[in-house]
């Protein structure tokens, strides 16, 4: 019967959906020791999660492309994929959700589970030494979707034994890439990696300031490098938000709400980051604006456009 989600979600644009069984992810929990992520370590347990018991619950994964991005100008600041196109993956996993719930399941929305070791036990991909599931056709440029939903697991869902993915060959483009050494043959460092850092400024060690480059939001360069990327086409960003991803823009602008449409933009981090972009790339012609932003009352906005005025001088 639970078939008919991977229907649904077929229809809704996903590019495939498998269920498994609610085994709780152990695999997943075993690889946070030591890191920040292990005070999540509660929710590995969709029985926790629910409340429900494991044998009445089907986990199901689906995966939609989250397309790669064209390089973005050398005068702009530089935003991953993955956050141009969260605001239609969170309306697809809603549709689904709606979905499930309309033909009569018992569903968790907007569950908090480890997606990525639930697409991995779902065959929908590997583990790749950066942290991400590389999938067969889209590679690591995919979003994740789960639903956590009350019905016995079908005969075909795969369990905790395929929680053990055979993991992408470790080639080692990505240690190599890595602006911060966040990656090494065990795997992704979480607490160096700069994504990391983007949601803690104020944890960015003033080491990592030229590490950031020009990035604003993510940073793609292990995906890029990534063999399994290789053949994907690369999107280019909708002109308007190009136009207002400019460094300058981004330095004076007082309206980050009217990209809302394709990105949620926090001012003073952006601020923040343009600052560093702006001495990463020598723009002493944003000097003046740098120098404006350095006298700023936001602590860290301020230290890091004062090393950007150093810099630029
Ligand atoms: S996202 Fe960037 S900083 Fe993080 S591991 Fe990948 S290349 Fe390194
Ligand atoms: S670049 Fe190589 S080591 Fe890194 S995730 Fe891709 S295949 Fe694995």
């Given at each position: 019967m639970s078939s008919n989600l991977r229907d649904v979600a077929l229809k809704l644009g996903f590019v495939d959906a498998q269920p498994t069984t609610g085994h709780p992810f152990n695999v997943w929990l075993s690889r946070l020791?030591?890191?920040?992520?292990?005070?999540?370590?509660?929710?590995?347990?969709p029985a926790e999660v629910s409340g429900w018991q494991t044998c009445e619950i089907t986990i199901w994964t689906a995966i939609a492309p989250a397309p790669p991005l064209a390089d973005w100008p050398e005068d702009c600041g530089e935003i991953g994929a993955y956050y141009l196109s969260t605001k239609a993956n969170k309306n697809r996993r809603i549709a689904w959700e709606d979905e499930a719930i309309s033909m009569g399941y018992e569903i968790i929305c907007d569950v908090f589970l480890p997606e990525r070791a639930a697409a991995i036990r779902a065959g929908l991909g590997v583990h790749g030494l950066n942290g991400l599931m590389i999938a067969p056709e889209h590679g690591s440029f995919v979003d994740i979707s789960v639903l956590l939903v009350r019905t016995p697991p079908p005969e075909d869902a795969k369990g905790p034994e395929h929680d053990m993915s055979q993991g992408c060959?470790?080639?080692g483009a990505c240690i190599e890439a890595c602006p911060s050494g966040a990656i090494s043959q065990n795997g992704l460092n979480v607490h160096t990696c700069l994504r990391h850092y983007m949601n803690k400024l104020d944890e960015?060690?003033?080491?990592n300031y030229k590490n950031m480059?020009?990035?604003?939001?993510?940073?793609?360069v292990c995906q890029h490098v990534c063999p399994y990327n290789a053949a994907l086409k690369r999107i280019q960003p909708a002109d308007e938000l190009v136009d207002f991803m400019k460094l300058e823009n981004l330095l004076t602008?007082?309206?980050?709400?009217?990209i809302s449409e394709h990105v949620q933009l926090d001012e003073t981090r952006a601020k923040s980051q343009a600052v560093l972009a702006a001495a990463n790339t020598g723009r002493k012609d944003l000097l003046p604006l740098v120098e404006r932003l350095a006298?700023?009352?936001d602590i860290v906005l301020s230290k890091m456009a004062q090393w950007a005025v150093g810099c630029l001088k």
């Open positions: 020791k030591g890191t920040h992520w292990e005070r999540l370590s509660h929710i590995h347990d060959g470790n080639c960015l060690p003033e080491a480059g020009r990035r604003i939001l993510g940073c793609d602008s007082t309206d980050f709400g009217s006298k700023s009352d």
